[in-house]
């Protein structure tokens, strides 16, 4: 059984920072391809982050680009998201998700982790 519990939310001042942690466990984690997203209140589920599952390559949204870096620990089943300068835009529930390497959609996606930045 797949499971990915992410932790390391809370709530934070803006311009502060955070690091999430994201520990996969049921599969061969250096496999896969991890994602960051993040849902706000009414609103859809949104891109954040990837990293390969080789750590030869991330991507970002260009909303979060310069501030949050993706970064993974394959021996530790481990994905992080370090964010800095943290803006009140950046208050929502954060996902981490599994795709297999060569896959176009994301296999499997953790409870989340709320995360809340005050102004």
């Known amino acids: 059984q797949v499971q990915l519990v992410e932790s390391g939310g809370g709530l934070v001042q803006a311009g502060g920072s955070l690091r999430l942690s994201c520990v996969a466990s049921g599969l061969t984690f250096s496999w896969y391809n991890m994602g960051w997203f993040r849902q706000a209140p009414g609103k859809e589920r949104e891109f954040v982050a990837t990293?390969?599952?080789?750590?030869?390559?991330?991507s970002y949204a260009d909303s979060v680009k310069g501030r949050f870096t993706v970064s993974r620990d394959n021996a530790r089943n481990t994905v992080y998201l370090e964010m800095n300068s943290l803006k009140p835009e950046d208050t929502a529930v954060y996902y981490c998700?599994?795709?297999?390497?060569?896959?176009?959609?994301?296999?499997?996606w953790g409870q989340g982790t709320q995360v809340t930045v005050s102004s």
């Open positions: 990293i390969r599952w080789r750590s030869d390559s991330t």
């Open positions: 998700a599994a795709r297999l390497r060569d896959a176009l959609n994301y296999d499997y």
